[in-house]
Each structure stands twice: as C-alpha cells, then as structure tokens.
C-alpha cells in the first residue's frame, strides 16, 4: 500500500484495504480507550466500596491507618527537631562553658589588678 501510495495511485483494492487498515486502528484505539476507562471506574468503584466497608464495619481500623499515615508523613520532621534540639543543647552547653571561662577570666583580671593598686 505504502509503495502503491508513493506512486501515486492506488488500485481500489489498496483504496479498501488502505481504509480498513485507518479504521481497524481506530477500533482498536478505541477499543483500548474504552477497556481503560472500564478499568478505571471499575477500580475506583471498588475503592469506594472498599472504603465503606472499613468505615461501616472497622472505624478503629479506618483511624489506624489514617494514625499510620501522619505518623509516616510527620516522622522525617521528627527527626529534624531531634536533631535540631540535639544541636541546640550544645551550643547552650558551649554557651555556659564559655561563659564560665569568660567569669573566671575576668575574677583572674580583676585579682591581679587589685594587687597591682
């Protein structure tokens, strides 16, 4: 067909079978987009269903997943604030440290002052 068509002329046979061939895809397209979309809504029909049936016959079941799920989503922040009040520990922790080094540098400063007077 595809050589028929460079020369510019198709018996009508090709013509058919050209036609056809555009409309057997098409179906078949079709076809596929249709199943897709079957699937689909079959899928999220049987989700709804799903999902009732845990908030009917397991709301204790429903609330764990949804308690696992933030716990899940929540836990790399955790982790990020251990880490953070870990640091901020020792930075007050070196605070305090320099601190007293700063006090007992000036007692030492003003004690040897004082004896020069």
């Given at each position: 067909?595809?050589?028929?068509?460079?020369?510019?002329?198709?018996?009508?046979?090709?013509?058919?079978?050209?036609?056809?061939?555009?409309?057997?895809?098409?179906?078949?397209?079709?076809?596929?987009?249709?199943?897709?979309?079957?699937?689909?809504?079959?899928?999220?029909?049987?989700?709804?269903?799903?999902?009732?049936?845990?908030?009917?016959?397991?709301?204790?079941?429903?609330?764990?997943?949804?308690?696992?799920?933030?716990?899940?989503?929540?836990?790399?922040?955790r982790h990020a604030?251990?880490?953070?009040?870990?640091?901020?520990?020792?930075?007050?922790?070196?605070?305090?440290?320099a601190q007293a080094?700063?006090?007992?540098?000036?007692?030492?400063t003003l004690g040897?002052?004082?004896?020069?007077?």
């Amino acid at each position: 067909i595809a050589a028929a068509e460079e020369r510019g002329k198709l018996t009508a046979r090709e013509e058919v079978a050209a036609w056809a061939e555009v409309h057997r895809e098409e179906a078949v397209r079709g076809a596929l987009e249709a199943a897709a979309e079957r699937s689909e809504v079959a899928a999220e029909k049987m989700l709804r269903a799903m999902s009732l049936s845990l908030r009917e016959e397991a709301p204790e079941a429903v609330q764990m997943l949804v308690d696992a799920a933030c716990d899940a989503a929540i836990a790399p922040l955790r982790h990020a604030l251990d880490q953070t009040r870990g640091q901020a520990l020792e930075l007050a922790a070196q605070l305090t440290e320099a601190q007293a080094q700063n006090a007992a540098a000036s007692q030492s400063t003003l004690g040897s002052w004082l004896k020069w007077t």
